[in-house]
């Protein structure tokens, strides 16, 4: 008998990830024959909520536990920090991602691995269906849309590619969606930010990375309103000694509060390693507790590839 395949993103999941998860799920269910669910890894944030219920899909349930006997498929990622400690114990039969080769997952045999230089990993996904991309139901096409336009900010990001400008494209012609007037309401709803607690909201999306011989956490906001979020630099700071007391493998945490409009980053600086790192990574001084960079807005492209100490 074959098992239901579990279809699944990194934790902390942005709408990339947990659309991805839905989107493959359902290839593998009506063009592979093979039984596959979608699954979150975590909370979902105010933006992937909004696209989930304006395309009318039902939100994925929550994966708390995976055992030796589930298979598996990873998209969004395929670093093993961000996803359950023990999943190399499973049965991984593909990993579908646009980051860079991490390492550290096994698999027990050979598996499909896809990994492409591209903005999103829907864009991934779109090559992968070929033809299927071209009677997607609506509901698909939208979803698919929207992790472009997210993970691009609407085309701002450097990770945008000419093939997710193509993709994007049709897609929204098919729909008969203004990408920008759809995006901006994407951006709204990622920047209403009042309902979560500082440390939610640095939690949001959030992964980690080795830095020298440091394990730093890196947390990317992006918002359309900065100065909202700046408001509360007391509480976040706060939260973050709060995160890294709970987090004993954590050495420092990262807070990149990005201004999706203006295109620029500011980070905060609260301890004598955050400001080491700042200067070290993007060669600005550090004179207060928040440092602005201009146009930074990739933590993919432009943020991890710089960081060092």
């Known amino acids: 008998m074959t098992n239901t395949r579990k279809v699944f993103g990194h934790k902390s999941p942005d709408t990339d990830t947990i659309c991805c998860a ?7 269910n009506t063009h592979a ?5 979608a699954y979150r890894l975590g909370e979902l944030n105010k933006e992937t909520r909004f696209v ?38 499973t049965k991984i039969i593909e990993i579908i991602d646009h980051h860079k080769l991490v390492g550290g997952l096994k698999s027990e045999s050979p598996l499909m691995m ?6 999103s990993t829907a864009s991934v996904i779109y090559g992968l269906m070929g033809e299927v991309t071209l009677t997607l139901p609506t509901e698909m096409a939208g979803l698919m849309l929207s992790c472009i ?36 309401e994407m951006f709204a709803a990622k920047s209403d930010v009042s309902e979560y607690s500082d440390e939610q909201l640095i939690m949001l999306d959030s992964k980690k990375f080795e830095v020298g011989n440091y394990n730093i956490r ?7 309103t900065p100065d909202t979020v700046l408001a509360r630099k007391e509480g976040l700071t706060a939260a973050i000694k709060v995160i890294l007391e ?7 945490v990262l807070l990149f509060i990005i201004d999706i409009l203006k295109e620029e980053a500011t980070v905060l600086v609260y301890n004598d390693l955050t400001k080491q ?22 933590r993919k492209k432009q943020i991890v590839p710089a960081l060092k100490i």
């Open 52 to 89: 989930l219920d304006r395309w009318q899909v039902p939100h994925p349930a929550l994966l708390e536990s995976v055992s030796a006997q589930d298979e598996v498929t990873i998209v969004d990622t395929n670093n093993p920090q961000e996803l359950f400690e023990n999943i190399n114990d």
């Open 149 to 184: 336009l997210s993970d691009t900010l609407e085309f701002r990001s450097p990770t945008t590619t000419p093939y997710d400008r193509e993709i994007a494209t049709r897609l929204a012609m098919q729909l008969g969606v203004d990408m920008t007037s759809y995006a901006n």
């Open 22 to 28: 839905i989107l493959w799920a359902w290839y593998l």
């Open 114 to 119: 896809t990994i492409r230089p591209l903005a």
């Open 246 to 252: 709970k987090e004993t493998d954590t050495d420092d």
């Open 218 to 224: 890196v947390s990317a906001l992006e918002t359309t």
């Open 277 to 298: 790192i700042i200067k070290a990574s993007f060669g600005t001084d550090v004179t207060s507790d928040t440092v602005m960079l201009p146009g930074i807005v990739s």
């Open 33 to 37: 024959k093979m039984p596959a669910l």
